[in-house]
């Protein structure tokens, strides 16, 4: 579990982002563009986007700009001439690259390739902004080893996560009587079977209140995401899967709620706009100002809460198995997921078959414990085989 700790106040805090290219990471360089004097910035990873890094390094002039694609390093080289930043290419020089100093890091790239480089951070006792949720599902309890061994401190950017941090009684777990993770219910919150199973792309990413990368809007649109948020609180908040509730609530302005034993219930609310869950973990413990629309309840007049269907989206009761099974299970099934929403992207598949290949795959594979990280490496290693083997029997 986290624990709330001290933090620096509003000095300088040097600053280092994973996945800067992304719907986070550039969330985030717009905060820290605002006050570049608080937050000098020591690194900057992407995949491949090199002409978005080379732009931000340009603008944040960080000593390090990293590209995970090799093939991408003498294009990010010949963006960067002339700047003094220092390029750098591969999966190794991502992870370096969370090795070196800096205050504060930002773990915004997508799925488990941020394992290596937010366990680096975590393990030289870093204030890691979490936003990475698949990391904590393929390795949470070994994480959460690291985080109390190393002092790090995991401060959740997802706004769910980051709402329940903000009303947790961290001193007084018995207290807690239930976590209640709000849900959009994603586009097809109102769609039946028939018409999931024909969903185009486009269909599934047009997310109804976030603008988000490609992969977590296709996980809002199975409500897979909200069953690794399930599983992402079990390990940040120490709570039991069974004390973890989801509510559907379309208008996203309730951001998760917790009940105490008393009956009293805390929440925390705002406008969907991530700038206000990066900028509490930016400026943690203090909060710092963001240019987020101001939630107007008055504006907002109603807002409505329903029951999550288990029917039509079944990806929350196989993300509530795999937790339950414990062991390699959500390693297993944040694997699988991963390779069947890049192909359902790919347009290889279909919409249903995203479940159908997870559900195979959890089903397939043994749950066995994971003492160690190349366990967990091993285990999604293996889930991606099998589950790109199902991708390839489905795929049009
Ligand atoms: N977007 C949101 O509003 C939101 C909210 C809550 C939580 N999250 C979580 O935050 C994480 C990031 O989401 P996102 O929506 O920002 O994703 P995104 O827009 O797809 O951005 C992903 C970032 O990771 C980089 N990346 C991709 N594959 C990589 C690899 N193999 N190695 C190193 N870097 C890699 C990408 O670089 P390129 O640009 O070069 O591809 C990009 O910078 C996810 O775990 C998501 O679940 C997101």
Redesign the pocket.
């Known amino acids: 579990m986290v624990v709330k700790a001290e933090g620096a106040g509003d000095a300088p805090r040097r600053v280092t982002i994973?996945?800067?290219?992304?719907?986070?990471?550039?969330?985030t360089v717009d905060l820290i563009a605002r006050d570049p004097e608080r937050f000098p910035v020591e690194a900057l990873?992407?995949?491949?986007?090199?002409a978005?890094?080379a732009e931000q390094a340009r603008q944040l002039r960080p000593k390090l700009a990293v590209?995970?694609?090799p093939a991408?390093y003498a294009d990010l080289k010949e963006a960067l001439a002339g700047t003094g930043v220092e390029a750098a290419a591969g999966?190794q020089a991502?992870a370096e690259a969370a090795e070196r100093p800096s205050d504060w890091v930002m773990?915004?790239?997508?799925?488990a390739?941020?394992l290596e480089?937010t366990l680096a951070a975590v393990r030289r006792g870093a204030c890691v902004a979490f936003?990475?949720?698949?990391?904590l599902v393929c390795a949470g309890a070994l994480m959460m080893e690291e985080v109390r061994r190393h002092g790090a401190n995991l401060l959740p950017?997802?706004?769910e996560h980051s709402a329940i941090y903000q009303v947790f009684d961290f001193d007084r777990l018995d207290s807690v009587q239930r976590l209640i993770l709000t849900a959009s219910g994603g586009p097809f919150r109102t769609r039946d079977r028939a018409f999931m199973a024909a969903a185009t792309r486009e269909q599934a990413v047009a997310h109804p209140t976030?603008?988000?990368?490609?992969?977590?809007?296709i996980?809002s649109a199975t409500m897979m995401?909200k069953g690794?948020e399930i599983i992402e609180a079990h390990f940040l908040f120490g709570v039991p899967e069974e004390k973890i509730d989801v509510l559907v609530h379309p208008q996203s302005v309730v951001h998760s709620l917790v009940e105490y034993v008393d009956g009293s219930v805390l929440a925390q609310l705002g406008t969907p706009d991530?700038r206000t869950?990066i900028a509490y973990a930016l400026g943690w413990p203090a909060r710092i100002p963001t240019p987020a629309e101001r939630l107007d309840l008055v504006k907002a007049a109603t807002l409505t809460f329903e029951a999550p269907d288990p029917e039509r989206f079944p990806a929350l009761r196989l993300a509530r198995a795999a937790l339950q099974s414990g062991g390699g299970a959500p390693t297993i099934l944040s694997a699988a997921n991963e390779v069947a929403v890049q192909a359902f992207l790919d347009r290889r598949i279909g919409f249903l078959d995203i479940e159908r290949i997870v559900e195979g795959v959890l089903g397939t594979l043994p749950h066995r414990p994971l003492r160690d990280l190349s366990a967990v490496r091993d285990t999604d290693a293996e889930a991606r085989r099998v589950a790109a083997d199902r991708v390839a029997a489905l795929a049009r």
């Open positions: 994973f996945g800067s290219t992304g719907s986070v990471g550039t969330q990873t992407a995949n491949r986007n090199v978005l890094l590209v995970a694609d991408a999966p991502v773990a915004a790239i997508v799925g390739a941020g480089p936003a990475n949720k698949e990391v950017v997802d706004s976030w603008e988000m990368g490609a992969k977590i809007s996980d995401n690794l991530m869950p």
